[in-house]
């Protein structure tokens, strides 16, 4: 067990990405105080030695340094308003969801009419790269205070970069989804078109992994591909709907075009409506490989219990 050298901070969300965080921070020596609405996040959690909070007003009392890593705008607004009516003294928020910038700015101006400060600080990474911390965290608000968090970011992240404004953060998380949901698309494709052609799946990802097509997101998730498995997420498809929207619906407010994102979307769509939206995003696969009339003897994925998303 790691030596205690540290302060104490908060994670509200226990998720995937929630839970990789807390116990990154306990293992780098913070004292870490958690929070999750589902009773069973709670319990794993505790049994990896994170204090469990009744509540997340409780846990602003106990923490002057909360992470918020919540799957819906509203988890992210009744969080505000409990730390809002704790009454606490000065908390500095990070939150690093991906959200729309109307629904961060509305928690911002809350928490800022209360004495306390949001950072805009969302993550590049998917689940299994927040277990080994190669995360890279998009902090954008105030510079003082993203500079004095350096060390607790490093404690589960690859990289922290300042962007300077609040609402940066989440801008560039934008950007960065925009080709995470393309590449992922693409890397299906790539793979069924592979098949089609008569190339062992495995061939398919180590060739392609050596050469000019490879990407981040093909490393990622091809190998969930070529064993045509999805039901370990990293990112569920029902959680990544709602980046897409928010995708979409920032593309639209800046009036940017979007073919190759808006190609993707039905894909995504077609994965929800065939029963993967408690897989990974890499069941897009399955889907393309339905289009293209290959059985792989695997129809229904076999399932393991589930994990939160956050």
């Known amino acids: 067990m790691a030596v205690r050298k540290r302060g104490a901070v908060g994670v509200v969300g226990l998720g995937i990405m929630g839970g990789a965080f807390a116990q990154h921070l306990r293992a ?40 918020v890593s919540l799957p819906k705008p509203a988890a992210l607004a009744a969080t505000v308003a409990a730390i809002v009516e704790a009454r606490v003294p000065r908390r500095v928020v ?16 809350a928490l800022r009419k209360a004495g306390h400060v949001l950072l805009d600080c969302p993550v590049s990474g998917t689940g299994a790269q927040a277990k080994v911390k190669d995360v890279v965290i998009y902090a954008s608000g105030d510079a003082a205070e993203i500079a004095r968090l350096r060390p607790l970011f490093a404690a589960f992240s690859r990289a922290v970069h300042d962007l300077g404004a609040f609402g940066n953060g989440s801008r ?35 060739q392609v992994r050596i050469g000019a097509g490879n990407s981040r997101v093909f490393e990622l998730r091809a190998p969930m591909m070529v064993k045509g498995r999805y039901d370990d997420p990293t990112v569920k498809v029902s959680l990544w709907r709602k980046d897409l929207d928010v995708i979409g619906g920032f593309a639209a407010a800046v009036e940017a075009p979007t073919p190759l994102f808006s190609a993707s979307l039905p894909i995504y769509a077609a994965a929800m409506a065939s029963g993967h ?27 393991r219990r589930r994990r939160g998303t956050g």
Not at 33 to 53: H, N, Q, S
Not at 178 to 187: P, Q, R, W
Not at 189 to 194: H, K, P, R
Request: a positive charge; glycine letters at 8%.
């Open 28 to 67: 780098a020596g913070w004292r870490v105080i958690g929070y999750d609405v589902a009773p069973a996040r709670r319990r794993a959690l505790k049994r990896t030695g994170i204090e469990i909070a009744a509540d997340a007003g409780e846990l602003a009392r106990r923490a002057p340094t909360i992470i």
């Open 94 to 109: 990070i939150e690093a969801s991906t959200f729309a910038l109307d629904d961060k700015a509305a928690a911002e101006q």
């Open 172 to 206: 560039m998380k934008y950007v960065a989804n925009l080709l995470v949901a393309i590449h992922n698309v693409a890397s299906a494709e790539a793979m069924v078109l592979g098949m089609k052609a008569g190339l062992p799946p495995q061939l398919v990802y180590d």
């Open 277 to 303: 939206g408690a897989d990974d995003t890499a069941a897009v696969c399955a889907v393309l490989e339905a289009m293209a009339g290959i059985e792989r003897g695997r129809s229904k994925p076999r399932r």
